[in-house]
């Protein structure tokens, strides 16, 4: 009876050492992502060709393609992954509030946002660009000066304007389509904004043209946590998206979605 007893005894404690190992594991985000079986990603839905919706309101996208081949790479289907809807000025925090495990939103990597997240290796290269009415005479950033641009709130192109444009009055928005939308209406003289997401408003909308300058480059790339607890999927993460490149499976994506560019 005793022996027995000291039987139990043990594998209890094995069983609460074994406990203690796990929480220390269970800390880790990748983990953490395995344990529960799904990857939550922060993306974008209102930005074409990256993450937006269809007509039958099914979220697609470059963006959302590459999230789908990481939780394939990580929990072996690309169903497994959820998705929540982030904007430019509140993706860091919904990073941060961990109510997103990366972000796969179009995000440039800055020094400035280096300091708060880490960025795993670019997936994409951008540009900033600006979009006119078709009968404007703004023909670059320095014709500006005086006159309006319209910028989405917490994008790269708000700091640029910032700095590069004194003078310019400066119209922010939350999304793409509501400042588009104030472009249309006459509310500004131009939009500037990544070439990537601007292109789809110049050729689907004649009404207005896409300058040919470029005022910046703009890597995209997956935000992590700057936390010792993201490392492990940081490292496997650029594992994966270095595969891709070298596969060639980025640059098939990237014709997928129309934004290859060599
Ligand atoms: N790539 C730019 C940025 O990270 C603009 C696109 C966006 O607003 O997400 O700010």
Do not use: H
């Not at 009968?135 to 006159?147: D, I, M, P, Q, R």
């Amino acid at each position: 009876m005793i022996k027995k007893f000291a039987i139990v005894l043990m594998f209890c404690a094995g069983l609460i050492f074994t406990g203690c190992g796990k929480k220390e594991a269970f800390n880790d985000d990748l983990t953490t992502i395995q344990q529960r079986g799904e990857l939550i990603v922060g993306v974008k839905t209102d930005t074409k060709p990256f993450g937006y919706y269809d007509e039958k309101r099914n979220l697609i996208g470059y963006d959302i393609d590459l999230a789908k081949y990481i939780a394939k790479a990580l929990l072996g289907s690309e169903k497994r992954v959820k998705f929540v809807p982030v904007t430019p000025s509140n993706r860091i925090m919904k990073l941060e509030s961990k109510e997103v495990d990366v972000l796969i939103a179009t995000m440039s990597v800055t020094n400035q946002r280096k300091q708060i997240v880490n960025f795993s290796t670019p997936y994409y290269m951008a540009g900033q660009a600006m979009l006119v009415r078709e009968n404007s005479n703004v023909t670059s950033l320095k014709s500006l000066a005086g006159k309006s641009v319209i910028i989405v709130f917490g994008s790269t192109s708000e700091k640029n304007i910032r700095d590069n444009v004194p003078g310019v009055v400066i119209l922010g928005y939350r999304t793409y389509p509501e400042a588009f939308a104030a472009l249309k209406a006459k509310k500004a003289d131009a939009m500037i904004a990544d070439d990537t997401i601007l292109w789809g408003y110049a050729l689907s909308d004649k009404t207005v043209k896409l300058l040919p300058e470029r005022y910046s480059q703009e890597p995209y790339a997956v935000a992590f946590r700057k936390s010792e607890e993201s490392k492990k999927l940081e490292t496997k993460l650029d594992i994966v998206i270095n595969t891709m490149i070298s596969s060639r499976q980025l640059e098939k994506l990237q014709k997928k979605w129309g934004i290859f560019n060599p």
